[in-house]
Structures are given as structure tokens and as C-alpha cells.
């Protein structure tokens, strides 16, 4: 009876212990999903207010910048195309669709000193790309967290917890080699 008590005592020993590293697991994922969300979450209120100060962008440079209306256009379109993108990817091509417009502007701006000295120009200018900056950091965080994730529900024995949760690949912020094509805008003089 002895040895039947002490292999008893094994047994439950071995499932409190898998008990123990599965629930461990399970919450490991759960946080590293919400990481996921949150840095999503904060990349999306960036690119809000980025989006919040493109129309006061436009508005100053539309007097100084009449040959560069492609430009102003482009940069209308995918900030329309940001606030509404429904998914992650869409809202990336619209996201460097901006950034390589706002490029465009700031080097076009170059051409023209009255708006170089424009202080609500400027002061747009430092703004938007201390936005950019800190959204170039967000999406990073965010793409770390997502690979992070992504190895975790590959990797014994978490494989194991991540399918029983049904856990698929969350994808990384990233834009198709079509979309970062850089959008040439012609300078007419």
C-alpha cells in the first residue's frame, strides 16, 4: 500500500506541476497579447494627432506652395485614408504615404524663405516631426512585442498552451515593397 500512496503522491505532484506551468504560460501569452494592443494603441493615438495637424500643415504652406498641389493632395488623401484604414497594413500605406509627403513639403520648403521664416510653419514643422520620431520608436515596440509573441506560440512548450488558445501569428507593421515606392512630386518653377 506504501508504494501505491507514494506513486499517488508522484502523479499529483507531476499534474499540479504541469497545472502550475500551463497557467503560468497561459498568462505569459495573455500579457504578451495585450503588449501587443497596447503599443498598437498608442502608434494609433500618434498617427491621430499626427493627422490632427496636417490640415493646419496644409493650411499654411497652400499660399506658398501653389506649384506643389500634388504634393498637398497626396498627403490630404492619406490622412483621410489613416483615419479610416480598418486594418493594421492599410493603415501603414497610409502612414508613409504621410511620411513621404511631409518629406516632400519639408524639402520643397527649402524653396521658398518667406515660409522657411513663417513661425507657425516652423512650429508645425518641429511638431509633426517629433511625431514622426516618436512613431518610428512606437513602431518598433510594437514589432519587438509582436516577435516576441510570435516566437513564444512557436516554441515549446508554450506551442502547446498557444494552440489550445487558438493563437495565430499576430502581423508586424510593415508596408508591401509596391507602397514605399517614394511618391516623386515635379518642382514647377
Known amino acids: 500500500m506504501e508504494m501505491a500512496g507514494i506513486i499517488l503522491f508522484i502523479i499529483g505532484l507531476l499534474l499540479l506541476l504541469i497545472l502550475i506551468t500551463f497557467l503560468l504560460i497561459y498568462n505569459n501569452l495573455v500579457r504578451l497579447k495585450n503588449n501587443i494592443q497596447k503599443s498598437w494603441a498608442n502608434i494609433d493615438v500618434l498617427l491621430k494627432q499626427r493627422s490632427d495637424e496636417l490640415p493646419n500643415l496644409i493650411a499654411s504652406v497652400k499660399g506658398y506652395m501653389d506649384h ?111 507602397d514605399k515606392k517614394i511618391v516623386h512630386v515635379a518642382m514647377k518653377q
Not at 510653419?121 to 511638431?127: A, M, P
Open 68 to 178: 506643389e498641389r500634388t504634393t498637398l493632395e497626396i498627403l490630404t488623401k492619406a490622412r483621410t485614408e489613416v483615419l479610416q484604414a480598418p486594418t493594421l497594413s492599410k493603415k501603414a500605406v497610409a502612414d508613409t504615404m504621410i511620411t513621404q509627403a511631409l518629406k516632400t513639403i519639408f524639402a520643397v520648403a527649402e524653396n521658398y524663405p518667406t515660409l522657411k521664416a513663417n513661425e507657425n510653419f516652423l512650429k508645425l514643422q518641429n511638431r509633426i516631426t517629433a511625431l514622426e520620431n516618436e512613431l518610428a520608436d512606437r513602431r518598433e515596440f510594437y514589432n519587438d512585442s509582436v516577435n516576441i509573441y510570435n516566437i513564444r506560440i512557436h516554441s515549446i512548450p508554450d506551442m502547446i498552451v498557444a494552440r489550445m488558445m487558438k493563437c495565430t501569428d499576430e502581423q508586424f507593421f510593415k508596408v508591401s515593397e509596391e
